[in-house]
């Protein structure tokens, strides 16, 4: 059995964050350095997962989504749930998440996602279905905009599915 712990993220796991991603690059510093900017705000709760005291993974969960497929709607959003390759299949996802929607629900009756549509993300895909979140029914967004009927596009990490969750708004 692992010692599974999520706490909020500081700037003091960022090179421990780097060194599990194997990306000790200045921009991913950049970009972790920002959503703890978007933290210190009040934007969004920046979650890091621990397993057995070794940093295991990350999320990020605004509170009202600024980009993405529903940007500008008010609605909670995750943003870049990461389990590293050897944490994974030790339920450290369905934690980051059990904590994640319960801090939207707390602002929101749903939330949303984007998953990515290529096959890398396929255990996502999965993943955020068993979790109960369905497609809004727009279709497919490409570079954050609904990709009309036989237009043409990449299939990389800018073709996405937006998910929503609806939460149950009734006391168990």
Not at 123 to 148: N, S
Request: hydrophobic share 35%; glycine share 6%; aromatic share 12%.
């Amino acid at each position: 059995m692992h010692k599974i712990e999520v706490r909020q993220m500081t700037r003091g796991d960022i090179s421990a964050i780097c060194r599990a991603d194997n990306d000790e690059s200045e921009s991913f510093v950049n970009y972790l350095n920002r959503q703890l900017d978007f933290q210190d705000n009040q934007e969004c709760s920046a979650l890091l997962a621990l397993c057995d005291d070794q940093v295991a993974g990350y999320v990020f969960m605004y509170y009202q989504c600024r980009w993405g497929a529903w940007k500008d709607r008010g609605l909670p959003c995750i943003c870049d749930l990461m389990v590293f390759e050897k944490f994974r299949r030790k339920g450290i996802a369905t934690k980051l998440m059990d904590i994640a929607e319960e801090q939207a629900r707390r602002v929101s009756s749903k939330i949303y996602l984007d998953v990515c549509l290529n096959a890398e993300y396929g255990p996502a895909q999965r993943f955020y279905a068993l979790r109960g979140y369905i497609p809004d029914g727009a279709g497919v967004y490409y570079e954050e905009h609904v990709l009309g009927t036989d237009e043409t596009c990449k299939n990389d990490d800018e073709l996405t599915l937006c998910l929503v969750k609806e939460f149950n708004t009734t006391p168990p």
